[in-house]
T-cell receptor, first 110, second 115 residues
Framework: KAGVTQTPRYLIKTRGQQVTLSCSPI?????VSWYQQTPGQGLQFLFE???????NKGNFPGRFSGRQFSNSRSEMNVSTLELGDSALYLC?????????FGPGTRLLVL | AQSVAQPEDQVNVAEGNPLTVKCTYS??????LFWYVQYPNRGLQFLLK????DNLVKGSYGFEAEFNKSQTSFHLKKPSALVSDSALYFC?????????????WGLGTSLAVNP
């Protein structure tokens, strides 16, 4: 089976812009979670989607949003980017109680 | 409250020596426990998990971990470290009590294996 894929792999944006990141889960996996990873904060949970419904949400401002499509692909959107949003954004799909991660999207906000 | 602690930010070990990366947890119910590894500029790779059964769990790349309920620990071990094991290691736990299926993550331990 193909693994979790994320696009794009790298992004450079400026403050105030918005960005959309995409994640395709492992075939058959219906749960997709998103994380933000920064050197000082470790892995911070953003949200989890299951069958197009948000099931869990972390402590991020409303500028961070997500959705899941009927084919389980997921997108996350960050509006009004801030410098502090620079991070590696990781997507994971879940099967057999285990999360499998994609390679991540590295976002740099200038 | 649910929590995971990786008490060492960094572990240094010589190649060929055994390695241990520590993890302790706090949950209200029974735990599911996981170890992941992250190489530079990569996503996290699943190494192993404890769901139920034998307390000693074997995983990828020769790693194993021991679930100790009384000490609420799940330390990652390998009998003989390789330079290629140098990476960032994360422990995670899911509390089976309640309906929240969120994983709680440790802050990671950087493992350096010296040739």
């Amino acid at each position: 089976k193909a693994g979790v894929t994320q696009t794009p792999r790298y992004l450079i944006k400026t403050r105030g812009q918005q960005v959309t990141l995409s994640c395709s889960p492992i075939s058959g996996h219906r749960s997709v979670s998103w994380y933000q990873q920064t050197p000082g904060q470790g892995l911070q949970f953003l949200f989890e989607y299951f069958s197009e419904t948000q099931r869990n949400k972390g402590n991020f401002p409303g500028r961070f949003s997500g959705r899941q499509f009927s084919n389980s692909r997921s997108e996350m959107n960050v509006s009004t980017l801030e410098l502090g949003d620079s991070a590696l954004y990781l997507c994971a799909s879940r099967g057999a109680e285990t999360q499998y991660f994609g390679p991540g999207t590295r976002l740099l906000v200038l | 409250a649910q929590s995971v602690a990786q008490p060492e930010d960094q572990v240094n070990v010589a190649e060929g020596n055994p390695l241990t990366v520590k993890c302790t947890y706090s949950v209200s119910g029974n735990p599911y426990l996981f170890w992941y590894v992250q190489y530079p500029n990569r996503g996290l790779q699943f190494l192993l998990k404890y769901i139920t059964g034998d307390n000693l769990v074997k995983g990828s790349y020769g790693f194993e971990a021991e679930f100790n309920k009384s000490q609420t620990s799940f330390h990652l071990k390998k009998p003989s470290a390789l330079v290629s094991d140098s990476a960032l290691y994360f422990c995670a736990v899911r509390d089976l009590a309640g309906n929240n299926r969120k994983l709680i993550w440790g802050l990671g331990t950087s493992l350096a294996v010296n040739p």
